[in-house]
Structure formats: C-alpha cells, structure tokens
C-alpha cells in the first residue's frame, strides 16, 4: 500500500468512525452525512460520498477504489458525544488536528461512557412525569403519584431493555406497568386524575427525539431515513397505547 492509499484509508476511517458515533448518539442522517464530508474535504479530498441510513454507513472517496461499509444495530440518546465530534470536526476543519490524533480522540470518545448513572435517569423521569401531569393542567395532589409511576415505569423500561432486546417488547409492558400503578393509586384514593397521571407517566417513555429527527430528516430530503425514523417512532408510540389499552380492557 502506498503513501497515498495508506492516508486515504486513514481519512476515510477516521470520517467513517465520526459518522458511526454520531449515529448511534441520536444524530440526525443529514448532520452525519455533512459531517462525514467536510472532514474528507479538510484533508484534501473534495470529491467524497456516503450514504447513511439510521441502521448503516456507506463511505466511498472518488479515485480511490475502496469503499468503507459499517453497520449501525445499537442507538441510544447521547447529544453529548454528538457535540464533541462536532468539535472535533471544526478543529480538523480548521487544520489543527491530523489524521491520526482525529482517529485516536474519536476513538476515546466512541469508548467513552458519558450518559448519566441509571439512577440519576430514573429520578428525572420521575421528576418529569410530576411536570408533565403539571403542564397537562393536573391538580398537585396527583404530583407525587405521577412521579412514582414514572420512575417505576422508565426503570422497567431499562430494566426489560436490558433483559429482552426487543425495544418493542419493553417499552409495551412498561406502559402497561404505568397504567396498573396508576389504577392502584386511583382506587386506593391517593391519585384523583387517573387520565393525568398516566399521560405524565408515560412522557418520559415518548420518543421525543426520534420524531424530531425524522421531520429534520424528511424537510433536509432524506427520506429513506426520515420514514424509517418515523416509523420507528410510529411502532414506540404504538407499544405505548397498547399496553395502556391492555389495562383499561382488563
């Protein structure tokens, strides 16, 4: 391999890994595929292409005959690695970072866990469900019962998640396990509003990121990304009224 080969080998690793982490951190097809492109461009290669899907990356450099293919299966919300390598696309923009410290800091940040403890996940959860039943223009006797049924919801959520791969599978005994709690407190007089409190239980199990990525998506022309995001959404949102339904009819 020559000088050359090598260094475009290396460039396109380094555009390919930068993508593969944005995508999995929640980032939008379009911002990946851009992104991906100006780091080619800032190494000198103008002419680049890639085509991404929420599932994988397609990157390929006119005039070298190669061509880097990844797949993405895991993805999760994590807008902070996202910002980071957007950092680290500017200052390679900018031609302050080689190629190989780019691939070692991107590296570093792909290994890095930066999403907050379990914990402290559960207890925002629970915090915005009580918010939420707020904003719903619930009564505040019903603040602390919604923010039980959050927390407890969003934990088995994570907990089913973890035990089932199925995001489908857990995310519909979640919110069935949200409309159970929620039942309970009613009839055991803690909770009033039973419509209030599974409305504000279940928002932190809503896909608010995903719906908004796949409108950015659809408007920026991605459409392959855009309705397969929406569609996701789509089956999130579905699981959700199911499992809720489930109780009521039971």
Known sequence: MTNTQKHSHDVMEVCVLAGKIMLQSGGETYRVEDTMTRIAAAYGYHHSHSFVTPTGIIFSIDGEHSTKLIRVSDRTTDLKKVTIVNGISRRISSGSLEVKAAYQELKEVEAAKL???????????????????IMFQGQWNDFIPAMITGGIGFSSLLYLHHLVKLKF?????SSALIGVIAILFVRLGIGIDLDKIIIGSVMPLVPGLLITNAVRDLIAGHLVSGISKGAEAFLTAFAIGAGIAIVFSI
Not at 122 to 131: N, Q
Request: glycine share 4%; aromatic share 16%.
């Open 115 to 133: 999403v907050y403890h379990t914990s402290i996940q559960i207890v925002a959860a629970a915090i915005a469900s009580g918010c939420f039943l």
């Open 169 to 173: 599978f857990a995310e519909f005994m």
